[in-house]
C-alpha cells in the first residue's frame, strides 16, 4: 500500500515571499504523484501530477514540484506567493497497478500581507 | 464544461437519522469516486465505480453505508443510520476512465453535521 506525509500542518508565509510544501511518500511499487488545493467552500483541484519523465512538474498558478525517488519525496513549490494562495494543500499518491487516490492530512498555506 | 455537481450542500441530522446525498459527475466519465474527508484530514476513497459497477469499496462501512450509480451517470450515497463520527464533508469526483494516471475532478461536497 501506498503513503504520504506532510510534514507541515501550517505554514505561514508573507505575501511575495517564497514558499515550499513538503510531501514523503511511502511505496514499494512504482507510484504517481498528485498536489490538490482546496479553497474554502470549494472542491478539490488539481495543481500538478507527476506520472513519469521529467522530475520536475510545473503546474498551475506559478507552482511547480519535484519528484526524488532516493529521499521518496515530492515538495510542492512557489517563488512568492499571493494573498490568493492561502488554501489547504493536500499530497497524494497512486499506484501503477492500482486506482485509488491517497492523500495526506494536508497542509494549511496561510499567506498574509 | 460543466463541473461535478453534489446536493445539499449541507446537512445536519441526529444520530440514528438516515440520510442521503447526490452526484451528478462530468459528462462522459466513466468513474465516479465518493470519499470521506473528516477535519484535519485528507480525503479518503469510500467508493470507486466504473460506469455502473463497483471497482473499489473496502473502506465502506457496509454495515450502514451504501451507495449505487444507476444507469452509470448520477450516483446516491446513503448512511443509515448515522453516527456522531459520520460527521465530515462528502466529496464526489469524476474521471475519463479509471487509470491512477486519470485526473480527478471534485464537487464541492456536502457537509454532514450529526448531532
Known amino acids: 500500500a501506498q503513503s504520504v506525509t506532510q510534514l507541515d500542518s501550517q505554514v505561514p508565509v508573507f505575501e511575495e515571499a517564497p514558499v515550499e510544501l513538503r510531501c514523503n511518500y511511502s511505496s514499494s511499487v512504482s507510484v504517481y504523484l498528485f498536489w490538490y488545493v482546496q479553497y474554502p467552500n470549494q472542491g478539490l483541484q488539481l495543481l500538478l501530477k507527476?506520472?513519469?519523465?521529467?522530475?520536475l512538474v510545473k503546474g498551475i498558478n506559478g507552482f511547480e514540484a519535484e519528484f526524488n525517488k532516493s529521499q521518496t519525496s515530492f515538495h510542492l513549490r512557489k517563488p512568492s506567493v499571493h494573498i490568493s494562495d492561502t488554501a489547504e494543500y493536500f499530497c497524494?499518491?497512486?499506484?501503477?497497478?492500482?486506482?485509488?487516490?491517497?492523500f495526506g492530512k494536508g497542509t494549511s498555506l496561510l499567506v498574509t500581507p | 464544461e460543466a463541473g461535478v455537481a453534489q446536493s445539499p450542500r449541507y446537512k445536519i441530522i441526529e444520530k440514528r437519522q438516515s440520510v442521503a446525498f447526490w452526484c451528478n459527475p462530468i459528462?462522459?466519465?466513466?468513474?465516479l469516486y465518493w470519499y470521506q474527508q473528516i477535519l484535519g484530514q485528507g480525503p479518503k476513497l469510500l467508493i470507486q465505480?466504473?460506469?455502473?459497477?463497483?471497482?473499489?469499496d473496502s473502506q465502506l462501512p457496509k454495515d450502514r453505508f451504501s451507495a449505487e450509480r444507476l444507469k452509470g451517470v448520477d450516483s446516491t450515497l446513503k448512511i443509515q443510520p448515522a453516527k456522531l463520527e459520520d460527521s465530515a464533508v462528502y466529496l464526489c469526483a469524476s474521471s475519463l476512465d479509471s487509470a491512477s494516471t486519470d485526473t480527478q475532478y471534485f464537487g464541492p461536497g456536502t457537509r454532514l453535521t450529526v448531532l
Open positions: 507527476y506520472l513519469s519523465g521529467s522530475t
Open positions: 459528462s462522459g466519465h466513466a468513474t
Open positions: 497524494a499518491v497512486a499506484s501503477n497497478s492500482g486506482y485509488a487516490l491517497n
Open positions: 465505480f466504473q460506469n455502473n459497477g463497483v471497482v473499489d
